[in-house]
């Protein structure tokens, strides 16, 4: 479905990947496991077309789309779930999702099947539907996040870091949800630092290490490698 082939991104001079190929298939998870600064964000980015690869080549269902402005390649079935769960603050929890179902506005039954869905998956935001999405939790933002990003019907959803700065316990609740919406058919892309619970859930992985791929394999593979283990899932011995 999506086939990065060796790109190379820069800002301004300083080139920060390098030479980065990976590939996700119709109905997987895809996990991209890297550490602060390795290049996870910039490769999102890239992949939505708000930065342009200055080598290299990205494919999505056959397509380049290496040269395709961002907003077109939204529409060819692409979302992303930014870094930092980017809610509207002053926005409720329902505009919020109704301006994630901006591409679909003009089918209204499509809309309310899209809603009613995100409310089914996520109670509590049915719960919170008319609360100001600026005053929910980190946890309940990111599911928001999440659902708006849903409700345009993506063929692939890419997710940048769900779990960061949020509590164990509100992590393993997105890592559920992220599981159920894989079960229902979205094919997901999502970068990392947590490579424990996004491995759990990943059908393939990637370790990206300062702007390279430094391995890749099933999820299980790279779960048992032993370099990952030590330097990411926090086995290290001292
Ligand atoms: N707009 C920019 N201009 C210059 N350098 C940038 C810019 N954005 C990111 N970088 C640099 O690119 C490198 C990779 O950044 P990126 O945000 O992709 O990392 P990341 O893997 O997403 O990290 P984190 O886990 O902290 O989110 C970093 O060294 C960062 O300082
Ligand atoms: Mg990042």
Redesign the pocket.
Known sequence: MLKVNAINVS??K?E?IKQVSFEVNQGEVVVII??????????MKTVTGLLKPTQGEIMFEGQTISRTPAEKIVKLGLAMCP?GRQVFPQHTVYENLVLGGYLIRKDKQMFLKNIEQMYSLFPILKERSKQFAGTLSGGEQQMLAIARAMMSNPKLLLLD?PSAGLAPIYVKGIFDMIRKLSEQGTTILL?E?MANMALKIANRAYVLETGRIALGGTAEEIMNDPKVVESYLGAKKY
Do not use: L, M
């Not at 890297?34 to 490769?43: E, Y």
């Open positions: 800002y301004g300083v920060i890297g550490a602060n600064g390795a290049g996870k964000t910039t490769i870094e870091e970068v630092q």
